[in-house]
């Protein structure tokens, strides 16, 4: 009963992280294409599945090629300065802003994984991102920030930390932001 017991367990172990994915990109497909379905069959008289998640696609893609364009940028002043005039939509869109181009874009600041000292006397060492190398506005020149992310989490911590105990690392922010996220159960020697 106990070998029964363990194969279930690694069977689970095998297909829940595969399950678990499928599921959320099958979940993912089905709402955006959904999002379009009534106004194809409406207009269109056609049902075509996938059709709304490629129709999606073209429209982000117009939408980053006019973002680009000179079109934008008297759109993107007025819309400034309407932020201006309204302080807490002006709060939660700089924030969102702030934390989307951190992964993705021109401005991403998880690109730099580095080991920060964290206690000398124990020699304990923390996974990380330098964020900001400059903090002369903080008056603290000889210090930078770096973001901590929390395991199984999304959320993290950003500390201010001496320059002399950070260490850049070689490894592809991304493989270090699953090992950090994971727990350290990911493994950090391959892009699994």
Partial sequence: MKKIKNYFLQGLLYLLPIGLTAYIIYGVFNFANNLLREVLEKFLHVDIPGLGIVLIFFFLVLIGIIGKSFIAKPIKGLFHQFLEKTPLLKLIYTALNDLFSAFVG???KFDKPVIVLVNPISNLEKLGFLTEQDLSKLDEKDKVAVYFPHSYNFS???FIVPKNQVRPIDIDPAV???FIVSGGV??????K
């Fill in 156 to 158: 993290g911590e950003l």
């Fill in 106 to 108: 021109e401005e991403r």
């Fill in 186 to 191: 990911s493994s950090i020697y391959d892009n």
């Fill in 176 to 178: 270090v932001m699953k």
